[in-house]
């Protein structure tokens, strides 16, 4: 038996996995004892890993061979790499000449490895020349990059895992650690342990089992975020709370912020939250208290939001205004959802971003770009973000699309549009492990890749650790790397676009890749030049970790000085707004969504295991016992939940961890489990039948965690 050192493909808390295996054959899988992130521990998604991977191959879900769909209805045809990678080369190029670089455009996935992410961002931006390459990340965290930025200067959480040894109180707010970051939580009830005095609070509209074992719930009502956190400032600032020498040493802006929140006196911004006035000046009284060392968690609850960067930054400032950061126990603390949503940030793998966080606004940081990767230019326009690259390509705008490594057709909001928008494009390219994820039945090309326990790779953690991704067995069929497949396809578009001319990708290993990544962060807030693949593989190490540096940094600001021009921090000044689309008596629930422990986005890889759906066995929306009565319904019962945009059958279940006039209804259940149409009758699958596309105007990501419904029984 052989043993490999990987890390787990689920979750931002990135744990460190052991892979065991027999020739071609994944046997088992374990926690690694030496890994910073999980010292040994996994949980029920990551310890199952290895029957995932022999029930993909068992189960013929994995796609082994390129495929080519001749016409739209046709049957898909096998075809050899060099004919699929020709044939997209060919559509890419034509395009590209008779509309234009923009007429193109990539859709890509916080799963991919940064060498992947790389590769994807060189070959739009460098190569072809536009910043339409998007990623499912913008559904999971750039409201908190647009957060970080608008108040810190910098997309770099400040925290780290350890920080929990240290914290007297924890603010969990709009994330269940509990289900969906199930090993942290572990470290969670460590500390507590070791510390029964160490205070936790959490905000979230659902008691769930992260609010049930809360010293303080606060059950606000869903998208009043920034009113509870303005209504805690104002206590603060009335209780001598607020660490003045700190915010006179190292910020700005906070007079205009101190004016703010005089209107959010805590009665007012408790009756907006809905919560108690004594639990709102409770929670600012924990947080603020002098000698205190508060970290705050946070994670989709703020970011899904149509006024995500608000809330991030709200949150933000109550860490500015106490001194609440840069120091052990206590800060501002992101949890990324996926795995490696880090790695794509700091590669600029985002429509709105460049490399190692530079400025696509900036002329000078577009000239340095593009003097590393030696071309005359990175376009300066920003691409277009999920939503409305979406949008373009329904609209014609946008005539070629790639998709890797996710599933649009079920995780996107309004999947009327996605949906004609896979319909109406000239050519649709996916790059995908699994044959089962519903966007491959739009697919004009279907291109296999390998997934984890095959790939090579690095990721990068909730905390900035960068683990290596390793492969334990060899590509099953003629699977590629998806690294190793965009540099075919973009040597030979570099054929046609710019023959006779050297190569930009002329990399034969993913560690010649991650090579010049860490090159381009020279200098950069999140150098990683002293980081060679033979430095990750004997310890996952925290950015920056610079050249020469024996030591990743594991808190960031210890010294005050933030990524700024003037090297001080900015409070955030935005008013309290309600969701994009509050509910009223046509559709008077407020319906909310995320994930269960047991199971990770849309199935494709968990759903292959039975025992996986023991947790939770069957899709339903789970509402108040009282509504329940009140609508005389009982569980059970099926329902047509129905939003402006769709409907949804589905049981019933009652739930007293849902308050009165909302409800609850899991994002994985797929096309197997959630029937539904759109308003205009095309047929979806899964809860974003009814979700609602209306996005965060900074961050342009949008509110999965609120959409208006009414359900009446079927
Ligand atoms: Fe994997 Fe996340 Fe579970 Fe760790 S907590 S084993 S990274 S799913």
Not at 8 to 30: D, F, L, M
Not at 104 to 115: A, D, K, N
Not at 167 to 196: M, Q
Request: glycine share 8%; with cysteine; charged share 20%.
């Amino acid at each position: 038996m052989a043993e490999t050192r990987s890390t787990c493909p689920y979750c931002g808390v990135g744990c460190g996995v052991i892979i065991e295996s027999q020739g071609a054959r994944i046997t088992g899988v374990r926690g690694d004892p030496d890994h910073p992130a999980n010292f040994g521990r996994l949980c029920t998604k990551g310890s199952t890993l290895h029957h995932t991977a022999t029930a993909a191959i068992s189960l013929q879900s994995r796609l082994l061979h390129p495929s080519h769909r001749p016409s739209r209805g046709a049957a898909p045809r096998p075809v050899s790499w060099d004919t699929a990678l020709e044939l997209a080369a060919g559509h890419f190029a034509r395009v590209v000449r008779d509309h234009g670089p923009d007429a193109v455009g990539f859709y890509i996935s916080g799963q991919l490895l940064t060498e992947d992410y790389y590769v994807f961002n060189k070959l739009a931006k460098g190569l072809i020349g536009t910043n339409n390459v998007d990623t499912n990340s913008r559904l999971c965290m750039s409201s908190a990059v647009a957060g970080y930025k608008a108040t810190l200067g910098a997309d770099a959480p400040p925290a780290c895992y350890d920080d929990l040894k240290d914290t007297t109180t924890l603010f969990i707010t709009g994330s269940n650690t509990a289900w969906a970051h199930p090993i942290l939580y572990r470290r969670i009830e460590d500390a507590r342990a070791a510390n029964p005095a160490m205070k936790i609070i959490v905000a979230d509209p659902r008691r769930t089992d992260t609010a049930g074992a809360a010293d303080l719930h606060l059950p606000i009502l869903p998208g009043t975020d920034v009113a509870l956190y303005h209504g805690m400032l104002h206590v603060m600032l009335a209780e001598g709370l607020v660490d003045e020498a700190y915010v006179a040493a190292h910020t700005n802006g906070f007079d205009a912020l101190r004016e703010r929140v005089r209107a959010y006196p805590p009665a007012e911004a408790a009756r907006l939250c809905g919560i108690a006035e004594a639990d709102l000046i409770q929670a600012a009284r924990w947080f603020g208290a002098p000698g205190s060392r508060t970290l705050s968690l946070y994670c989709q609850g703020l970011n899904q939001s149509s006024r995500g960067t608000a809330k991030n930054a709200a949150l933000i400032n109550l860490h500015l205004a106490t001194g609440q950061i840069g120091k052990p126990g206590a800060g501002p603390f992101s949890l990324t959802g996926q795995p490696n949503a880090m790695g794509g940030r700091e590669v600029g793998g985002m429509a709105n971003l460049l490399s190692a966080h530079r400025d696509l606004a900036n002329p000078e940081h577009r000239a340095e770009v593009a003097r590393l990767w030696g071309v005359d230019s990175v376009p300066a326009t920003p691409g277009k973000t999920a939503v409305d690259l979406f949008q373009a390509v329904a609209d014609g705008e946008v005539k070629v699309l790639w998709i890797s490594c996710t599933n649009p057709a079920q995780s996107m909001p309004d999947q009327n549009l996605v949906r004609r928008a896979l319909q109406r494009a000239e050519f649709v390219i996916v790059q995908e492990a699994f044959g089962t994820t519903i966007t491959c039945d739009y697919a004009d090309l279907l291109l296999p890749a390998t997934t984890w326990g095959e790939k090579d790779g690095t990721v990068t953690n909730s905390e900035r650790r960068i683990s290596r991704v390793r492969p334990a067995v060899s590509s099953p069929g003629a699977a590629r790397h998806d690294w190793a497949t965009v540099c075919d396809f973009a040597r030979r578009l570099e054929s046609r676009l710019r023959p006779g001319q050297p190569t930009l990708f002329p990399y034969d290993t993913p560690e010649q890749v991650w090579n010049e990544h860490r090159e381009s962060t020279r200098g950069r807030d999140l150098d990683i030049t002293g980081l060679t693949y033979a430095r990750i593989d004997a310890t996952p190490e925290q950015w920056p970790f610079p050249e020469g540096a024996t030591t990743g940094r594991a808190r960031l600001y210890e010294d005050g000085v933030f990524p700024t021009a003037d090297g001080r921090a900015k409070f955030h000044d935005a008013p309290y707004e309600p969701v994009a689309e509050p509910r009223d008596n046509r559709f008077p629930f407020s319906l909310n969504t995320g994930r269960l422990r047991d199971q990770w986005h849309g199935m494709s890889r968990t759903g292959t295991i039975g025992r996986l759906f023991g947790h939770v066995p069957e899709p339903s929306i789970e509402m108040n016992p009282a509504d329940l009565s009140r609508l005389q319904l009982a569980a059970g019962d099926l329902v047509h939940v129905t939003s402006r945009r769709g409907t949804l059958i589905v049981p019933v279940a009652a739930s007293e961890s849902v308050a009165l006039s909302q409800a609850f209804i899991a994002m994985h259940w797929g096309e197997e489990f959630l029937s539904g149409s759109t308003s205009n009758g095309v047929k979806v699958q899964g809860v974003n039948a009814v979700t609602t596309p209306a996005y965060c105007p900074t961050s342009k990501q949008p509110e999965l965690k609120h959409a208006a419904v009414k359900v009446l029984k079927a």
